[in-house]
C-alpha cells in the first residue's frame, strides 16, 4: 500500500507574521532593516486618548503662590514617551508668585499664552511688552521667554507643539529662521474683534461664533502657529453649537460658563472655571449652555497640520436649524 504524502502546512496568514529580519546582512547598516507587510503594517494598535477634563492643576496653579508649572500631562494613558496633553499638544498652567520671574524654553515652535491672572511683562527674544488678565500672547520657540509678575503675582495658560518637535526628534528653528514672531493680543483688542465677530451674519456652514487669531506671518494659513490655530469660541445663553467633529484634537481652556458642559464621545462633561477639557481627534462632541450669560472658552487645535494635509474632515452631525 503506498502512502499519502503529508500535507503540506497552510501557509502563515501575513497579518500573523512576526517582524522579518535580514537573512544576510552584509553590514551594520543592512542589519537595522526591517520589514512587514500589507497585513501587519497598517494594524498598529494604539492606546486611545482620553476625553479627560484637568480641574486639579488649574485649582493648583490659582492656590499655590509659587512659582512653577503644572503641566496637563497624560503620557501615561496615550502611551508617550514624552510630556502630552493630546499626541503632538502640550497644555500647562503656569503660576508665578508676586515681583518673581519665570522663564520658559519650551522645545516647541512656538508658545500660546492665556493671562487668566495677574499682571506683568514678558521678554521673549528681543520683544518686550507688558501682560494684563485677558490678554493673549505668542512667543517663538528657540529663545528663552521669560515672564515677571506685579504684586499681584500671575496665573496663565500655555500650549506648545513640544510633543509634535519631540515625536521626531526635531529642535525649534533659531530665531533668524522661525516662522513666527512674538504676539501680543491685549483683552480690549480681542474683545472688539469678537463683538465684530457676534454681529456678523451666519449661514448654514457657519461653525459657531469664534474669533480665530493669527499673525501677520501666519495670515495665508490663518493659524497661530504653522500647525496649531487658537479660536476664542462663544455660545450664546441659552443655546448650543451643533454637534460636529474633525480629524484634529482639541485643548480647551474654560473662561466663562457656568451651567455648561460638552458632550464628547456620548458622555457629558460639565465646566468648571478655568479647566481644561480635551477632545480627541474625531470624537463628536458639542457645546451646551443653560446659563443667562454669554459662555466663553479658547480651544487650541492642531489644525494647521491637518488644513495643510487636506485632512481637516469638519463635519456637521445634526441638520442646520
Not at 509634535?164 to 493680543?185: C, G, I, K, T
Not at 451666519?202 to 502657529?225: P, V, Y
Not at 484634529?248 to 477639557?277: H, Q
Request: glycine share 8%; proline share 9%; with cysteine.
Amino acid at each position: 500500500m503506498t502512502s499519502q504524502p503529508a500535507p503540506k502546512p497552510a501557509p502563515i496568514d501575513m497579518a500573523e507574521m512576526p517582524v522579518q529580519l535580514p537573512s544576510g546582512p552584509n553590514g551594520p547598516a543592512a542589519a537595522r532593516a526591517r520589514f512587514f507587510n500589507s497585513g501587519n503594517a497598517f494594524n498598529v494598535k494604539l492606546p486611545p486618548v482620553p476625553a479627560t477634563r484637568f480641574v486639579s492643576e488649574p485649582e493648583l496653579a490659582l492656590s499655590s503662590g509659587a512659582t512653577g508649572f503644572y503641566a496637563c500631562d497624560q503620557s501615561a494613558a496615550i502611551g508617550s514617551p514624552f510630556p502630552s496633553t493630546t499626541p503632538l499638544m502640550l497644555a500647562r498652567y503656569a503660576s508665578i508668585a508676586p515681583r518673581e520671574t519665570l522663564t520658559a524654553d519650551f522645545r516647541a515652535t512656538g508658545a500660546i499664552w492665556y493671562v487668566i491672572r495677574g499682571s506683568g511683562s514678558v521678554a521673549a527674544g528681543t520683544e518686550a511688552f507688558d501682560f494684563r488678565p485677558g490678554d493673549v500672547f505668542l512667543a517663538p520657540g528657540g529663545v528663552p521667554t521669560s515672564l515677571s509678575a506685579l504684586d499681584g503675582g500671575a496665573v496663565l495658560w500655555v500650549v506648545t507643539n513640544e510633543p509634535q518637535l519631540a515625536f521626531d526628534s526635531l529642535r525649534p528653528a533659531d530665531s533668524a529662521e522661525a516662522p513666527v514672531d512674538a504676539v501680543h493680543y491685549p483683552a480690549g483688542e480681542i474683545a472688539l474683534q469678537l463683538q465684530k465677530v457676534i454681529e456678523a451674519a451666519q449661514n448654514a456652514t457657519t461653525s459657531g461664533i469664534a474669533l480665530i487669531f493669527s499673525s501677520d506671518r501666519q495670515e495665508a494659513a490663518r493659524n497661530i502657529l504653522p500647525t496649531l490655530t487658537l479660536s476664542l469660541n462663544t455660545v450664546p445663553a441659552g443655546e448650543q453649537q451643533r454637534a460636529h467633529r474633525h480629524n484634529s484634537a482639541a485643548i480647551t481652556l474654560i473662561l466663562k460658563g457656568e451651567n455648561c458642559y460638552s458632550m464628547v464621545g456620548g458622555e457629558r462633561c460639565d465646566w468648571s472655571p478655568f479647566a481644561t477639557l480635551v477632545t480627541p481627534a474625531t470624537e463628536p462632541h458639542s457645546h451646551h449652555n443653560d446659563s443667562d450669560e454669554r459662555a466663553m472658552f479658547l480651544i487650541v487645535q492642531d489644525g494647521g497640520l491637518h488644513y495643510h494635509a487636506r485632512t481637516m474632515g469638519f463635519t456637521f452631525l445634526d441638520a442646520a436649524k
